[in-house]
Structure formats: structure tokens, C-alpha cells
């Protein structure tokens, strides 16, 4: 369902979501939930063929997994220069989807084959594939364990060796949003992308809490919205307080920080 042309499918969740969204869905948790926006700091170049599934910055190199059926890789960059250091292609069967750095291994999920492909940090070589049940959509690491998403409301905790499940926990509101990409930032939340919208929640990961609710319409230009999909792909800077938040087959790397207000 997150192919662009199978988009109508997935017609009654999108409505579901937008729902939730804006406070009237069923389930709703009567907490507050904050409004932030987003400050563009910079810009940078992004390939547009980049289907955009996950995104992860680790020092100077960016790692990204891209999907499509033939078309998903695995790509390194120099974050700085732009230079591409490693790319792999997944499986021509094989749709890729988020991924994240735990330790030495560089985690890649796949969207509906339930493999999990380890790989090493540096080459992007496969060194080994795990099996998992369901859909595979967004991953990040902390605190010794990972935190995948799967197109639900509900995230699901695994071992970041075995990647076996060791828990999972699921929204207090915003029910039916279809999370997808994920960033375990480094002040203990959660940045999730919600497909196919243009918001981004801001979550709780021990109680499912969502805590800010981020509304990032309008980065693209006219002229760049021209063959672009929906906004997904959100990496802290290490050390900073800003992200990297992009979209599939976005011309443009947008470097925000998340600020209150409207």
C-alpha cells in the first residue's frame, strides 16, 4: 500500500488517520498534545531517485534505504561532501524499507518479505538475514534495543542481535495513523512519520504517548513537487538539535529543527 499506485487501496485508513489527527477519531487520549513547527536551517541535494524508506546519520556518513520493486538499495554517503562511499542493490523481488545502526550492524528492513538483512556498517555487504512476521516499515536503535514500526499504531521492540520481539507498545491516541519511518532521537523520543501524511508525531516510546504533533507541509516547491511522492526519511545530527527530513523521490535534503508553535 505504499506504492503510489496503489495508494487508493489504503483509502479508508487515510481517512481513519486524518481523523485521528486532528482530535475527533475514537480512542483519542485527552492528554495534550503539543504543536510544533519546523525551521529550515539548510538545504542540500538529494538524489531524486531515491525512494526514500529510511534514513540514519552516524558521524559524517548518511545511510539510506530506498524501495521499489528492481529499484531498492542500500546507499552511504559522505554527509558532508555528498560523495556516495557504498551502495547495494537488495533483491529485484525485494522492496526495502526503514533502517537503522545498532552497534556494528546497519539493520535493513524489507516491506513484505520478512527479512531483515544485517549488514556491516562500512561495505553495506549482507552478512546475514533474519526472518519476521508481518510488514516491515521503520526502525531506529536506543537504549539497547530496536524499535520498528509496521504500519500500524502499535511499535514493536526487538533484540538488536536476534531481532527477536521483546515487546511492543502502542499509541494512546492519533489511533489507525500508519507509522512509518522512525527516529529514536537522543532526548529519549521518538520522531514517526505518518504515512501518507505530511505530519510527523513526536512520541513517548516506554508509554506510547504521542507528544507533539508536527506538521511539515509545504517544503517543496511547485516546481519540485513534480514527480515527488510523499514526505518520509527523518535522521537526528549527532550532537545537534537539528534533523535531516526528506521525502521519496525528493530533489532535497531539508535540515530543520522542531520548534513550539504553531
Not at 90 to 100: A, H, W
Not at 165 to 194: I, K, M, P, W
Not at 230 to 236: D, M, R, T
Amino acid at each position: 500500500m505504499k506504492h503510489r499506485h496503489r495508494a487508493w487501496a489504503a483509502t479508508a485508513a487515510v481517512w481513519a488517520a486524518l481523523i485521528s489527527l486532528t482530535g475527533t477519531g475514537c480512542g483519542r487520549s485527552t492528554a495534550t498534545v503539543d504543536t510544533e513547527h519546523l525551521q529550515v536551517v539548510a538545504t542540500h541535494p538529494h538524489e531524486r531517485d531515491a525512494f526514500t524508506e529510511g534514513l540514519e546519520v552516524d558521524g559524517n556518513v548518511r545511510y539510506e534505504s530506498t524501495g521499489m520493486l528492481v529499484a531498492s538499495t542500500v546507499r552511504a554517503t559522505d554527509a558532508t561532501t555528498g560523495r556516495e562511499l557504498a551502495r547495494v542493490a537488495l533483491p529485484p523481488d525485494m522492496f526495502g524499507e526503514g533502517l537503522t545502526l545498532a552497534g556494528s550492524t546497519l539493520w535493513q528492513l524489507t516491506w513484505q518479505s520478512g527479512v531483515a538483512f544485517d549488514r556491516d556498517p562500512v561495505t553495506l555487504a549482507e552478512r546475514r538475514r533474519v526472518h519476521f512476521d508481518g510488514e516491515g516499515w521503520g526502525l531506529c536503535f536506543r537504549d539497547g534495543r530496536l524499535l520498528m514500526s509496521n504500519g500500524t499504531d502499535t511499535l514493536t521492540y526487538r533484540d538488536p542481535v536476534t531481532f527477536a520481539v521483546t515487546g511492543t507498545v502502542r499509541l494512546t491516541s492519533h489511533n489507525n495513523v500508519q507509522l512509518n519511518e522512525l527516529d529514536c532521537s537522543a532526548d529519549g523520543t521518538v520522531y514517526a512519520n505518518t504515512w501518507p501524511s505530511d505530519h510527523i508525531l513526536r512520541l513517548d516510546p516506554a508509554t506510547g504517548r504521542v507528544l507533539a504533533d508536527i506538521d511539515a507541509a509545504g517544503l517543496l516547491s511547485i516546481t519540485e513537487k513534480a514527480g515527488a511522492d510523499v514526505l518520509n526519511g527523518i535522521a537526528q545530527i549527532p550532537g545537534t538539535d537539528r534533523y535531516l527530513i526528506t521525502g521519496k523521490y525528493w530533489p532535497t535534503l531539508f535540515e530543520v529543527r522542531f520548534v513550539p508553535g504553531s
